[in-house]
C-alpha cells in the first residue's frame, strides 16, 4: 500500500479526532494573537446570572409574587364595659351569642347619668342578642356577656325551621325563615316570645309579644324584623 493510501486511510478512521484537532489548533492560533493585544485592556464584565435553556435570563417568564389583600378584622365591642358611641364604639347592628341564664346585661343610653330615664333600651339575654346601636345613641353599656361582633345588616344566612325555645333572638330570613310554629309544654307562663320590626328593642319596635302556658302557635312573616324566644320549648314550623 503506497503512503497516500495509508494516509487518506488513517483520516477516514480518525474524522471526528481530526475534527477535534482543528479546533484544538483554531484555539491556540486564537490565543496567541490575543496575547499581542494591549496589556492595559480591561475585560468586559459578564452577568454572573445562569442563563437557562434557550438562552435567557433566569428571571425571564418569572411572575411576582401576587400581593394578598390583608384580612379585614370583625369589629369588635367587649362583653364588659361602658363604651361612648362615636369613639368608643361605631353605630351599627351587633350580635352577641352563647349567653346564659340571662347573665348578660345591656343598655343603650341617650346620657352618662346612669339614671333610669337616660335608658333608651336594656335587656337581660340568655342565648343571641341582637342590638341596633343607632347614631343618637350616647352610650352602650354591656355587662356579663359575651363578645359583641358587627354584622352586615343586609348579608345573607340560611334560615333555619326549627328553633331553639331559650335561643334567644333570630334574625328573620337569616336565622328563621318566614312561617308558622308550634312551641309546646310550655308551663307557668315561663314562656315569652316577640315578633318585632327592628334590633332597636325600643317599645314602638315590638308588633306582638306573648307570655305562653301550654302550646304557641305564632306566625313569623317576610316582614318581621326579628323573633324572640326565651324559656320557650322549642319551635317546629308547621307551615
Request: proline share 3%.
Amino acid at each position: 500500500m503506497s503512503n497516500s493510501q495509508t494516509q487518506r486511510s488513517w483520516f477516514a478512521r480518525h474524522k471526528v479526532l481530526t475534527a477535534a484537532g482543528a479546533v484544538v489548533v483554531v484555539v491556540a492560533i486564537g490565543a496567541a494573537m490575543g496575547g499581542g493585544g494591549d496589556e492595559g485592556t480591561t475585560p468586559e464584565a459578564k452577568s454572573s446570572a445562569p442563563a437557562t435553556s434557550g438562552g435567557k435570563s433566569s428571571d425571564a417568564g418569572s411572575k411576582a409574587p401576587e400581593s394578598k389583600a390583608p384580612e379585614k378584622k370583625a369589629v369588635t365591642i367587649d362583653g364588659d364595659g361602658d363604651f361612648e358611641v362615636g369613639s368608643d364604639v361605631k353605630p351599627g347592628l351587633y350580635r352577641s351569642t352563647g349567653n346564659e341564664d340571662a347573665m348578660c346585661y345591656w343598655e343603650r343610653a341617650k346620657d352618662a347619668k346612669g339614671e333610669l330615664d337616660s335608658i333608651l333600651a336594656n335587656d337581660n339575654v340568655t342565648g343571641t342578642a341582637y342590638v341596633e346601636i343607632k347614631k343618637s345613641d350616647k352610650f352602650f353599656k354591656s355587662t356579663g356577656c359575651e363578645t359583641w361582633e358587627a354584622v352586615d345588616a343586609k348579608a345573607a344566612g340560611s334560615p333555619q325551621s326549627t328553633l331553639k325555645g331559650g335561643g334567644g333572638m333570630f334574625k328573620v330570613g337569616v336565622d328563621v325563615a318566614p312561617g308558622t310554629y308550634k312551641s309546646t309544654g310550655n308551663k307557668d307562663a315561663e314562656c315569652y316570645w316577640e315578633r318585632s320590626k327592628d334590633a332597636g328593642h325600643g317599645m314602638d319596635a315590638i308588633l306582638a309579644n306573648d307570655n305562653v302556658t301550654g302550646t304557641a302557635i305564632v306566625k313569623i312573616t317576610a316582614k318581621d324584623g326579628y323573633f324572640k324566644s326565651v324559656g320557650c320549648g322549642d319551635w317546629t314550623k308547621t307551615s
